[in-house]
Protein backbone atom coordinates (compact mmCIF):
# COMPACT_ATOMS: atom_id res chain seq x y z
CA UNK A 1 0.00 0.00 0.00
CA UNK A 2 1.83 3.15 -1.02
CA UNK A 3 -0.08 5.26 1.29
CA UNK A 4 -2.24 7.10 -1.58
CA UNK A 5 -5.54 5.21 -2.25
CA UNK A 6 -7.63 5.57 -5.17
CA UNK A 7 -11.01 4.37 -6.30
CA UNK A 8 -12.46 3.03 -8.45
CA UNK A 9 -9.52 1.24 -10.16
CA UNK A 10 -11.71 0.89 -13.21
CA UNK A 11 -14.26 2.41 -14.41
CA UNK A 12 -16.22 2.45 -18.14
CA UNK A 13 -18.35 5.07 -18.53
CA UNK A 14 -20.10 6.57 -21.19
CA UNK A 15 -20.40 10.13 -22.83
CA UNK A 16 -23.20 11.14 -21.13
CA UNK A 17 -22.78 9.88 -18.01
CA UNK A 18 -21.20 11.89 -15.00
CA UNK A 19 -18.85 9.99 -12.26
CA UNK A 20 -16.41 10.62 -9.95
CA UNK A 21 -12.94 9.53 -9.35
CA UNK A 22 -11.92 10.09 -5.23
CA UNK A 23 -8.01 10.13 -3.86
CA UNK A 24 -7.22 9.59 0.02
CA UNK A 25 -4.32 9.85 1.56
CA UNK A 26 -3.26 9.39 5.23
CA UNK A 27 0.66 10.57 4.96
CA UNK A 28 -0.09 13.97 6.17
CA UNK A 29 0.52 15.69 3.25
CA UNK A 30 -0.73 19.35 2.11
CA UNK A 31 -0.62 18.94 -1.60
CA UNK A 32 -2.33 17.04 -3.34
CA UNK A 33 -2.47 16.14 -7.28
CA UNK A 34 -4.36 14.69 -10.49
CA UNK A 35 -1.98 13.80 -13.38
CA UNK A 36 -3.26 12.05 -16.74
CA UNK A 37 -1.10 9.60 -18.11
CA UNK A 38 -1.61 8.50 -21.90
CA UNK A 39 0.68 6.02 -23.72
CA UNK A 40 3.78 7.25 -25.19
CA UNK A 41 2.53 10.70 -23.72
CA UNK A 42 4.50 12.54 -20.90
CA UNK A 43 2.51 12.13 -17.90
CA UNK A 44 0.36 15.42 -18.21
CA UNK A 45 -0.47 17.61 -14.93
CA UNK A 46 -4.14 18.50 -14.51
CA UNK A 47 -4.95 19.98 -11.25
CA UNK A 48 -2.68 20.81 -8.10
CA UNK A 49 -3.92 21.79 -4.52
CA UNK A 50 -2.28 23.02 -1.48
CA UNK A 51 -3.52 23.44 2.14
CA UNK A 52 -6.86 23.05 0.00
CA UNK A 53 -6.98 25.58 -2.15
CA UNK A 54 -5.78 25.10 -6.22
CA UNK A 55 -2.94 26.09 -7.18
CA UNK A 56 -2.78 25.16 -10.52
CA UNK A 57 -4.85 24.38 -12.99
CA UNK A 58 -3.31 23.62 -16.18
CA UNK A 59 -6.10 24.57 -19.32
CA UNK A 60 -7.62 21.41 -18.28
CA UNK A 61 -11.59 20.98 -19.80
CA UNK A 62 -14.13 22.11 -18.23
CA UNK A 63 -15.46 18.40 -18.18
CA UNK A 64 -13.07 17.65 -15.79
CA UNK A 65 -14.05 19.35 -12.27
CA UNK A 66 -11.44 18.95 -9.28
CA UNK A 67 -12.92 18.97 -5.39
CA UNK A 68 -10.54 19.22 -2.66
CA UNK A 69 -12.92 18.89 0.45
CA UNK A 70 -9.93 18.55 2.54
CA UNK A 71 -6.23 18.07 2.89
CA UNK A 72 -6.89 14.42 2.79
CA UNK A 73 -9.26 13.88 -0.10
CA UNK A 74 -9.14 14.76 -3.40
CA UNK A 75 -12.05 14.23 -6.18
CA UNK A 76 -11.99 14.84 -10.00
CA UNK A 77 -15.87 15.22 -11.28
CA UNK A 78 -16.21 13.90 -14.67
CA UNK A 79 -19.06 15.17 -17.02
CA UNK A 80 -19.92 14.46 -21.05
CA UNK A 81 -16.33 12.52 -21.51
CA UNK A 82 -14.84 12.03 -24.85
CA UNK A 83 -13.11 8.69 -25.92
CA UNK A 84 -9.60 10.50 -25.98
CA UNK A 85 -10.41 10.98 -22.28
CA UNK A 86 -9.68 7.30 -21.90
CA UNK A 87 -6.25 7.42 -19.82
CA UNK A 88 -4.80 6.23 -16.77
CA UNK A 89 -5.49 9.10 -14.00
CA UNK A 90 -3.14 9.13 -10.90
CA UNK A 91 -3.57 10.81 -8.00
CA UNK A 92 -0.26 11.66 -6.10
CA UNK A 93 0.43 14.11 -3.25
CA UNK A 94 3.42 15.76 -1.34
CA UNK A 95 4.35 17.59 1.67
CA UNK A 96 3.61 20.73 0.09
CA UNK A 97 3.91 23.18 -3.03
CA UNK A 98 6.95 25.58 -3.43
CA UNK A 99 9.92 25.88 -0.80
CA UNK A 100 13.15 24.67 -1.40
CA UNK A 101 13.25 20.94 -0.86
CA UNK A 102 12.89 18.31 -3.11
CA UNK A 103 9.11 17.98 -2.66
CA UNK A 104 8.63 14.04 -3.65
CA UNK A 105 5.81 12.84 -5.12
CA UNK A 106 4.12 9.38 -3.49
CA UNK A 107 1.52 8.26 -6.27
CA UNK A 108 -1.91 6.19 -6.48
CA UNK A 109 -2.26 3.22 -8.28
CA UNK A 110 -3.98 5.08 -10.44
CA UNK A 111 -8.05 4.98 -11.88
CA UNK A 112 -8.30 3.35 -15.40
CA UNK A 113 -10.93 5.13 -16.97
CA UNK A 114 -12.12 4.10 -20.58
CA UNK A 115 -14.88 6.67 -22.19
CA UNK A 116 -16.96 4.48 -24.63
CA UNK B 1 9.20 25.12 -22.58
CA UNK B 2 9.22 22.54 -20.46
CA UNK B 3 9.65 19.28 -22.43
CA UNK B 4 11.48 16.20 -20.41
CA UNK B 5 12.67 13.67 -23.12
CA UNK B 6 13.29 10.36 -23.28
CA UNK B 7 13.28 6.80 -25.07
CA UNK B 8 10.25 5.00 -25.06
CA UNK B 9 11.67 1.46 -25.05
CA UNK B 10 15.01 -0.53 -23.74
CA UNK B 11 16.11 -3.56 -23.72
CA UNK B 12 18.59 -5.94 -22.35
CA UNK B 13 19.80 -8.85 -21.19
CA UNK B 14 19.92 -9.91 -17.51
CA UNK B 15 22.69 -9.35 -15.62
CA UNK B 16 23.85 -6.72 -18.17
CA UNK B 17 23.74 -3.01 -16.85
CA UNK B 18 20.92 -0.86 -18.40
CA UNK B 19 21.26 3.01 -19.27
CA UNK B 20 18.43 5.02 -19.45
CA UNK B 21 18.71 9.10 -21.42
CA UNK B 22 16.99 11.89 -20.85
CA UNK B 23 16.93 15.21 -21.49
CA UNK B 24 15.33 18.58 -20.04
CA UNK B 25 15.26 22.09 -21.16
CA UNK B 26 14.54 24.47 -18.33
CA UNK B 27 17.92 25.59 -16.71
CA UNK B 28 16.04 26.78 -13.45
CA UNK B 29 15.42 23.02 -12.31
CA UNK B 30 16.87 22.53 -8.90
CA UNK B 31 15.37 18.69 -8.58
CA UNK B 32 15.93 15.82 -11.33
CA UNK B 33 14.33 12.59 -10.58
CA UNK B 34 13.61 9.28 -11.78
CA UNK B 35 10.69 7.30 -10.66
CA UNK B 36 9.65 3.85 -11.51
CA UNK B 37 6.15 2.75 -12.66
CA UNK B 38 5.53 -1.03 -11.88
CA UNK B 39 2.53 -2.85 -13.48
CA UNK B 40 -0.71 -2.11 -12.66
CA UNK B 41 1.02 0.46 -9.62
CA UNK B 42 1.19 4.23 -9.51
CA UNK B 43 4.77 5.69 -9.90
CA UNK B 44 7.18 5.63 -7.14
CA UNK B 45 10.39 7.34 -6.46
CA UNK B 46 13.76 5.69 -7.07
CA UNK B 47 16.29 8.26 -6.40
CA UNK B 48 16.25 11.80 -7.23
CA UNK B 49 19.38 14.03 -7.41
CA UNK B 50 20.34 18.08 -6.75
CA UNK B 51 21.17 20.11 -10.17
CA UNK B 52 24.35 21.53 -8.19
CA UNK B 53 25.54 17.57 -7.87
CA UNK B 54 27.38 15.33 -11.04
CA UNK B 55 26.33 12.15 -9.57
CA UNK B 56 24.64 9.96 -7.30
CA UNK B 57 24.98 6.40 -6.10
CA UNK B 58 22.55 4.37 -4.38
CA UNK B 59 23.24 0.39 -4.30
CA UNK B 60 22.93 -0.72 -8.06
CA UNK B 61 21.47 2.75 -8.96
CA UNK B 62 23.93 5.52 -10.38
CA UNK B 63 22.53 8.82 -11.93
CA UNK B 64 24.59 11.03 -13.88
CA UNK B 65 23.30 14.96 -14.20
CA UNK B 66 25.28 16.88 -17.02
CA UNK B 67 23.58 20.33 -16.53
CA UNK B 68 25.47 22.26 -19.70
CA UNK B 69 23.99 19.67 -21.65
CA UNK B 70 21.02 19.31 -19.73
CA UNK B 71 21.17 15.06 -19.92
CA UNK B 72 20.42 13.01 -16.95
CA UNK B 73 20.46 9.43 -16.96
CA UNK B 74 19.81 6.21 -14.51
CA UNK B 75 22.15 3.73 -14.82
CA UNK B 76 21.31 0.23 -13.10
CA UNK B 77 23.82 -2.28 -12.46
CA UNK B 78 23.12 -6.12 -12.58
CA UNK B 79 19.59 -5.56 -14.07
CA UNK B 80 17.46 -8.00 -12.97
CA UNK B 81 14.18 -9.27 -14.11
CA UNK B 82 12.26 -7.38 -11.52
CA UNK B 83 13.94 -4.34 -12.63
CA UNK B 84 11.35 -4.69 -15.88
CA UNK B 85 8.99 -1.24 -15.32
CA UNK B 86 8.59 2.40 -17.04
CA UNK B 87 11.02 4.22 -15.98
CA UNK B 88 9.95 8.42 -15.74
CA UNK B 89 12.31 11.16 -15.44
CA UNK B 90 11.10 14.34 -14.25
CA UNK B 91 12.28 18.23 -13.29
CA UNK B 92 11.05 20.13 -10.37
CA UNK B 93 10.01 23.70 -12.25
CA UNK B 94 10.21 26.55 -10.09
CA UNK B 95 8.76 29.30 -12.53
CA UNK B 96 5.85 31.42 -12.34
CA UNK B 97 6.64 32.11 -8.10
CA UNK B 98 4.78 27.93 -8.20
CA UNK B 99 6.45 24.75 -8.16
CA UNK B 100 5.09 21.31 -10.27
CA UNK B 101 7.36 18.47 -11.40
CA UNK B 102 7.52 17.89 -15.36
CA UNK B 103 7.23 14.15 -16.09
CA UNK B 104 8.65 12.80 -19.37
CA UNK B 105 6.50 10.21 -21.09
CA UNK B 106 8.54 6.97 -19.33
CA UNK B 107 11.18 4.72 -20.69
CA UNK B 108 9.91 1.01 -20.76
CA UNK B 109 12.65 -1.37 -19.67
CA UNK B 110 12.18 -5.06 -20.83
CA UNK B 111 14.89 -7.28 -19.06
CA UNK B 112 15.20 -10.89 -21.15
CA UNK B 113 16.17 -14.16 -19.08
Known amino acids: ETGVTQTPRHLVMGMTNKKSLKCEQH?????MYWYKQSAKKPLELMFV???????ENNSVPSRFSPECPNSSHLFLHLHTLQPEDSALYLC???????????????FGAGSRLTVL | GEDVEQSLFLSVREGDSSVINCTYT??????LYWYKQEPGAGLQLLTY?????DMKQDQRLTVLLNKKDKHLSLRIADTQTGDSAIYFC?????????????FGAGTRLFVKA
Open chain 1, 27 to 31: LGHNA
Open chain 2, 26 to 31: DSSSTY
Open chain 1, 92 to 106: ASSQDVGGPGANVLT
Open chain 1, 49 to 55: YNFKEQT
Open chain 2, 49 to 53: IFSNM
Open chain 2, 90 to 102: AEKDVKWGGFKTI
